[in-house]
């Protein structure tokens, strides 16, 4: 980036060079302080941009380039901050995302064993609530054939008594004639 920086820079440089001596006729050089042992050794204005005009230029963009640069350190140094903080935050981002995603798989399988309990739950009550029925039945037949049986013996007993009674009369009956 700084050598693509660099490039664009050299090259701008060589074409305000090239403007500057293209823009600069004979009509617009300003004329140039030189001092006076040396007036015998001016350049005419038809021969071309003087030494001092060269050198104002090339301080003029040597100023723009240093000022470039400056803009692009402190734009390269902003970039940079900004991508190591969100460097940071993605680091952070992925290990909380990671931590995320186990839970969730850890979740879903406690998930999983808890439905597999239920079911497993729920088949023991309904197998718990089939016996309950199956048992209630057998109670109820159990209840109904007792009293058929209490009746049964009671009327039994009652014809036992009742014989009894019968005999015991009878035998009362053959003693008193006795």
């Known amino acids: 980036m700084l050598i693509f920086a660099d490039t664009k820079l050299a090259d701008r440089t060589a074409s305000l060079m090239g403007e500057t001596s293209e ?5 617009q050089q300003p004329t140039p302080t030189i001092p006076v042992a040396d007036s015998k050794k001016q350049p005419s204005p038809a021969s071309g941009p003087s030494p001092q005009d060269l050198l104002t230029a090339t301080r003029a963009d040597l100023t723009e380039a240093q000022r470039s640069r400056s803009e692009l350190q402190e734009r390269l140094a902003r970039v940079t901050a900004d991508w190591e903080k969100l460097r940071k935050k993605s680091t952070h981002d992925g290990k909380r995302i990671n931590s995320i995603e186990s839970e969730i798989t850890h979740l879903q399988l406690r998930l999983k064993d808890r ?3 239920l079911k497993g739950k ?10 309950l ?3 209630n039945l057998q109670l109820n037949m159990a209840e109904e054939r007792t009293d058929r049986l209490q009746k049964e013996n009671k009327e039994l007993v009652d014809r036992w008594m009742a014989r009894m009674g019968k005999e015991a009369d009878a035998m009362n009956d053959a003693y008193k004639f006795s």
Do not use: V
Not at 23 to 27: I, V
Not at 122 to 131: G, I, R, Y
């Open 23 to 27: 823009t600069k006729g004979p009509a």
């Open 115 to 117: 439905d597999e309990e």
């Open 122 to 131: 729920a088949k023991l009550l309904e197998d718990f609530q089939d016996e």
């Open 133 to 135: 029925a199956t048992l």
